[in-house]
T-cell receptor, first 115, second 113 residues
Framework: EPEVTQTPSHQVTQMGQEVILRCVPI?????FYWYRQILGQKVEFLVS????????KSEIFDDQFSVERPDGSNFTLKIRSTKLEDSAMYFC?????????????FGEGSRLTVL | DQQVKQNSPSLSVQEGRISILNCDYT??????FLWYKKYPAEGPTFLIS?????DKNEDGRFTVFLNKSAKHLSLHIVPSQPGDSAVYFC????????????FGTGTSLTVIP
């Protein structure tokens, strides 16, 4: 069964360092997303990406964050200068583009710990 | 602004009985609703969905009910099994106005053998 894969599964970094989280969405999907979940809190939307550009982003997704689809298969989230409050589980998700419905398929998540 | 609310953070049910998980939403533009199940240290997995043109959708042991006038949906699991123990998230999307899926805070279900 096709799945969304994410790397790394866990990354520990020092505050102020740059982090890149990688995702390989399901191959025929057209919409890509990043969500995050701070421990014990809700799953929060960060950004959606379609047709090689950001289609929606939340207030959380400020100038420290960027997304890229460099080669047609990977979808990356970059955090330029990490803060303590960026510690969270980051989930990549994708969905097909046809129609107005269609569920999100999530990866296993990348746990980011900022020290 | 919490547009999707799950007011019960936890629920315990005996094996074999019915589990009912509830979700309320505030945005009348939401027209597609989903339930996800999440185990610790894993990503959410899709369970079942319903569009606003229906009031019920069934898939095996899982049934989702939608009450649009009350802006309320619920997930029924019958019969509940120990393997159903997980956190359940309700999600909603305004399909005509955006791509974002809005998630609730989750309900932790424990099915007691």
């Amino acid at each position: 069964e096709p799945e969304v894969t994410q790397t790394p599964s866990h990354q520990v970094t020092q505050m102020g360092q740059e982090v890149i989280l990688r995702c390989v969405p399901i191959s025929n999907h057209l919409y890509f997303y990043w969500y995050r979940q701070i421990l014990g809190q809700k799953v929060e939307f960060l950004v959606s990406f379609y047709n090689n550009e950001i289609s929606e982003k939340s207030e959380i997704f400020d100038d420290q964050f960027s997304v890229e689809r460099p080669d047609g298969s990977n979808f990356t989230l970059k955090i330029r200068s990490t803060k303590l409050e960026d510690s969270a589980m980051y989930f990549c998700a994708s969905r097909t583009g046809g129609g107005t419905t269609g569920e999100l398929f999530f990866g296993e998540g990348s746990r980011l710990t900022v020290l | 602004d919490q547009q999707v609310k799950q007011n019960s953070p936890s629920l315990s049910v005996q094996e074999g009985r019915i589990s009912i998980l509830n979700c309320d939403y505030t945005n009348s533009m939401f027209d597609y609703f989903l339930w996800y199940k999440k185990y610790p240290a894993e990503g959410p997995t899709f369970l079942i969905s319903i569009s606003s043109i229906k009031d019920k959708n069934e898939d095996g042991r899982f049934t989702v009910f939608l009450n649009k006038s009350a802006k309320h949906l619920s997930l029924h699991i019958v019969p509940s099994q120990p393997g159903d123990s997980a956190v359940y998230f309700c999600a909603a999307r305004p399909t005509n106005t955006g791509n974002q899926f809005y998630f609730g805070t989750g309900t932790s279900l424990t099915v007691i053998p």
